[in-house]
């Protein structure tokens, strides 16, 4: 049992490291097809495989570059260490329930990057989770879906008349009403909201904050411990 759960944690790890990999390569506007390892961003040594392999490559180099010794960002391999815990707790969950859940994650994480890093949301990642979620567990018309709808389509019309979001953010609460039910949207909303404002209070000097890491993460957590 240890093993198949070393194999799946592994799996999932080696997801999240694939997962930051592109964000940073469309950070940093580099092809994603390309068959040339990553390279240190720092002295730009190609790195060796050794130093590739999820959350092991980094403890082995001690958190800094074998090469110049500047210190690692460490992100990529908090990204590994939360997909490679959250694929260990979900796998052995349904299928119809873990598969859109899972890919879901993948593409939140995914987007969380890159509006980190560059305020951009990319809308045809969400296609396939919202589709799949769902396709396996339909929509249930109820009050509460209503309110939500209403929502969105109100934040859809502010965030096109106003620049005090952007519709990246509209895109992702949709995805999450397609993964999930009204009231973990909700839920899910109010947790990212508080834990912004929580970051505008004690930094009043940030004029721009993005958005998608605070839903991502609250998502996570609301559906995790639900």
Known sequence: MLLLDSFIFISGACCGSFITCMAERLSDIQSLYTTQRSIC?????QLRFWQLIPVLGVL?????????????NLRSTLIELIFGCLVLL????????????????????????TDHDHFSVFPIT???????????????????????IGLLISL????????KFG???VDILVLLTCLAAPSLVFNSLILASAAALTIFIIQPQRRQLPFVPFLTWAFILITQLV
């Open 156 to 163: 859809y019309l502010i965030a096109w008349q106003t620049k």
């Open 126 to 148: 969400l296609v396939a989770p919202a589709i799949i979620g769902v396709w396996i567990h339909p929509l249930i018309w109820s009050v509460p879906l209503f309110i939500l």
């Open 41 to 45: 961003p720092k002295c730009r040594h």
């Open 60 to 72: 082995l180099q001690r958190g800094r570059c074998f090469d110049c010794r500047s210190r690692i």
């Open 90 to 113: 979900n796998w052995q969950a349904p299928l119809t329930t873990s598969a859109p859940l899972l890919l879901g994650y993948a593409v939140l994480l995914f987007n969380s990057l």
């Open 167 to 169: 519709a990246g953010d």
